[in-house]
């Protein structure tokens, strides 16, 4: 294949990159579309039992699921950016095109030219290059998993708060509750203690 044969291939599998971008983002958008919204229900009963207005889970929920869909987006994006994803996907195809006639075939180390000779090593260094992209997949999925369990601590964090807030509003109406019922017996005690002091005043 000449130069300007591959240059010709090279163009035609250009969008590529952008198709297996479009697929990623597609897939990242259902990653969240099967986030339980009774998970908020704890929340909704608590505020329903205990506050004066409802909680609006179906906002939360979807600013929630939002947000770690634009998360995941921006580092999936990025990761495209950074890496050279479009023209190393581009040139795999144009590669896999180009020797696609070799594919099961004995060489013969005899009469072969350098450049078929050294194919073996080229590829390997393109093999490299894929398992390094392998790679950043797989931490790009395990940052992805810290976000969850970041996320789901979060939740609890906030669930744990709450009980505290309910406990802690029962306890002051239940103080407010034992001197609401002692209160006439301190009026009586305050107004014989002014009794006392007035007789003995007037003494």
């Not at 300007?4 to 035609?12: C, G, I, K, M, N």
């Not at 986030?35 to 039992?49: M, T």
């Not at 929920?61 to 890496?83: D, P, Q, W, Y």
């Amino acid at each position: 294949m000449t130069e300007e044969d591959s240059e010709t291939v090279f163009q035609r599998h250009k969008g590529i990159g952008s198709q297996v971008k479009q697929a990623y983002e597609e897939a990242i958008g259902q990653m969240f579309a099967n986030l339980n919204r009774s998970e908020l229900d704890v929340f909704e009963a608590i505020f329903k039992e205990h506050e004066d207005y409802d909680l609006d889970t179906e906002n939360l929920f979807n600013r929630t699921r939002n947000l770690m869909t634009k998360v995941v987006l921006e580092m999936n994006r990025c990761f495209f950016a950074s890496n050279d994803v479009d023209n190393k996907l581009t040139t795999l195809e144009m590669l896999k095109e180009h020797f696609a006639p070799y594919e099961g075939k004995d060489w013969n180390f005899n009469t072969v030219s350098p450049e078929k000779l050294t194919r073996p090593l080229r590829m390997r260094h393109l093999d490299f290059s894929i398992g390094f992209m392998e790679g950043q997949l797989k931490s790009q999925e395990k940052q992805l998993e810290i976000a969850m369990a970041k996320s789901i601590e979060n939740r609890e964090r906030l669930q744990d708060v709450q009980n505290k807030r309910v406990k802690l509003k029962a306890k002051i109406e239940q103080q407010l509750s034992q001197y609401q019922n002692i209160e006439p017996q301190l009026n009586k005690l305050d107004q014989l203690i002014n009794n006392i002091f007035l007789t003995t005043e007037n003494k």
